[in-house]
Nanobody, 115 residues
């Protein structure tokens, strides 16, 4: 079992920054990948960024150049630095970790970007 706890959401103005963090706890061998998804009202949940255990990263086109994902394998944490925020980044952000074929999700943290 894996528990994922997110922190760092909140309110920001357009052009501002927020940093999300996710800490994994429980019993597991390795989490691969870890990443962030988001779901805006009335929309499907979508991938924002992912980070494999060997350092490969993947970003949604909409956040490339603005968001940066980082990971600490020793601490089982993953973070998302969000810069140049836009109102369309408003969503609930979810941390996700994969163990084999099993996905685990955090409870989500709200990000609201005002124009």
């Amino acid at each position: 079992q894996v528990q994922l706890v997110e922190s760092g959401g909140g309110l920001a103005q357009a052009g501002g920054s927020l940093r999300l963090s996710c800490a994994a706890s429980g019993t597991f061998l390795r989490l691969n990948p870890m990443g962030w998804y988001r779901q805006a009202p009335g929309k499907q949940r979508e991938l924002v960024a992912s980070h494999t255990i060997d350092g490969s990263t993947n970003y949604a086109d909409s956040v490339k150049g603005r968001f940066t994902i980082s990971r600490d394998n020793a601490k089982n944490t993953v973070s998302l630095q969000m810069n140049s925020l836009k109102p369309e980044d408003t969503a609930v952000y979810y941390c996700k970790a994969q163990i084999g074929s099993n996905p685990y999700w955090g409870q989500g943290t709200q990000v609201i970007v005002s124009s």
